[in-house]
């Protein structure tokens, strides 16, 4: 029997800051974007006494607290911690996964033999806490659906537990948002046609499903009768994706070059999605009509993006271009990957981003074409 545990870095971005700035510790304290567009990523227990919560707008944010101390997230910190906690997780345990920057799973199956899955993940979770000063939750369970779902109940003990005999009455009271797999756009479709618990997908034939969601109503309907064999997967440096464009006739149409790009970009990051990776690094190659090849690639904190991926990409194409000779070919690849699903990045994207993005996901997945993307990169 399977043995999974979600390790959670509980309010890990308003941790992270307090342990490099205490002076703002028991200040309101918001983590966010810092324009009018900008929405929160996190907010202080202190903060929340007021209403604001994670994804709110920040200037709303800021009129129902306006005493609120706002600053833009450190990504090169939470990147050291996150780095600190998944070396710790490492010496200590068999197999575990970075899933996020703040999120973990560890495959504790066959740990009941000498110590106990329970006791171990508890001393684990404790040791954590202990070396980096970050808080932590936790949720066990027989699959990565069910611990990261537990992981939600795991106030005020700091960590929740379900067995293999109660999984089933333990998810059916749950709200469908709490099932992984249901975002933003899938959320607000089953919740059309009266789907509002996890029980009511349980109970629906699975060929509903696929009718209604497409191969991913499958995958949901398997989550919401507690199936997910989804194996915990190491980090590897090595995985990556990429694809490249062979221009018709060789180019200096700096229009066509940056529409190529970002098409390219865009078709990545939907598969990273599609797969549950995040990557971080970027390279960007371009052969010269000569046939002369460069490349130059950037580490950045693990994204699954379009955005942030089309930033990066077009800034090391404009470092790479500086022999204005026409252009051949053009070329991505995403590389150190990690499994686990991207956490938009709420420093940076605003709200009508977000539920583009998830939308064009949705529809990708539904229909199977990968060719829909942004109107502003089809022209």
Same mark, same amino acid.
């Given at each position: ?7 959670? =870095?509980?309010?890990?971005?308003? $941790?992270? /800051?307090?342990? &490099? ?6 200040? *309101? #304290? ?29 200037r709303v944010a800021l009129q129902r607290c306006p005493d609120a101390v706002l600053l833009k997230g450190d990504f090169d910190l939470f990147t ?56 932590? =939750?936790?949720?066990?369970?027989? $699959?990565? /659906?069910?611990? &990261? ?6 106030? *005020? #003990? ?40 996890i029980n009511h997908i349980r109970l629906l034939p699975p060929e509903a499903m696929n009718e209604l969601l497409g191969k991913n109503g499958i ?37 066509l070059l940056k529409a190529t790009l970002l098409k390219l970009v865009e078709y990545l990051g939907f598969q990273l999605r599609k797969l549950k ?103």
């Amino acid at each position: 029997m399977r043995q999974i545990a979600h390790i959670d =870095l509980d309010a890990f971005f308003i $941790n992270c /800051t307090l342990l &490099k700035l205490p002076d703002l510790k028991g200040k *309101p #304290l918001l983590i966010g974007g810092l324009n009018n567009r900008g929405i929160i990523a996190s907010a202080s227990a202190e903060a929340k006494k007021y209403g604001v919560q994670k994804g709110m707008p920040t200037r709303v944010a800021l009129q129902r607290c306006p005493d609120a101390v706002l600053l833009k997230g450190d990504f090169d910190l939470f990147t050291k911690y996150s780095d600190i906690v998944n070396e710790i997780l490492t010496e200590n345990t068999p197999l575990h996964e970075r899933a996020t920057i703040d999120e973990f799973y560890v495959d504790m199956t066959g740990m009941d033999r000498f110590h106990g899955s329970s006791k171990f993940t508890r001393e684990l979770v404790n040791k954590v806490k202990s070396e980096t000063g970050l808080s932590l =939750l936790y949720g066990l369970s027989v $699959n990565k /659906t069910v611990a &990261k779902i537990c992981t939600a109940h795991a106030r *005020p #003990l700091g960590g929740y537990e379900v067995v293999e005999n109660l999984v089933q009455p333990f998810l059916d009271p749950q709200s469908i948002r709490r099932l992984p797999a249901v975002g933003t756009t899938t959320f607000k479709l089953l919740r059309r046609v009266r789907i509002k618990f996890i029980n009511h997908i349980r109970l629906l034939p699975p060929e509903a499903m696929n009718e209604l969601l497409g191969k991913n109503g499958i995958g949901i309907w398997k989550k919401a009768n507690g199936i997910d064999p989804t194996p915990v997967i190491p980090y590897s440096a090595e995985k990556s994706i990429g694809k490249d464009f062979t221009f018709d006739q060789d180019t200096q149409d700096m229009k066509l070059l940056k529409a190529t790009l970002l098409k390219l970009v865009e078709y990545l990051g939907f598969q990273l999605r599609k797969l549950k990776q995040m990557c971080a690094c970027v390279s960007v190659r371009i052969r010269y009509s000569n046939h002369d090849t460069e490349t130059m690639q950037k580490k950045i904190p693990f994204c699954a993006n379009d955005e942030i991926l089309m930033e990066i990409a077009f800034e090391l194409f404009k470092k790479l271009y500086k022999r204005r000779m026409l252009i051949r070919l053009v070329g991505v690849k995403l590389s150190h990957l990690v499994q686990g699903s991207h956490q938009i990045n709420l420093f940076t994207d605003n709200t009508k981003t977000i539920e583009l993005y998830q939308a064009m996901d949705w529809l990708k997945n539904r229909y199977n074409n990968p060719a829909i993307v942004h109107r502003a990169l089809s022209l």
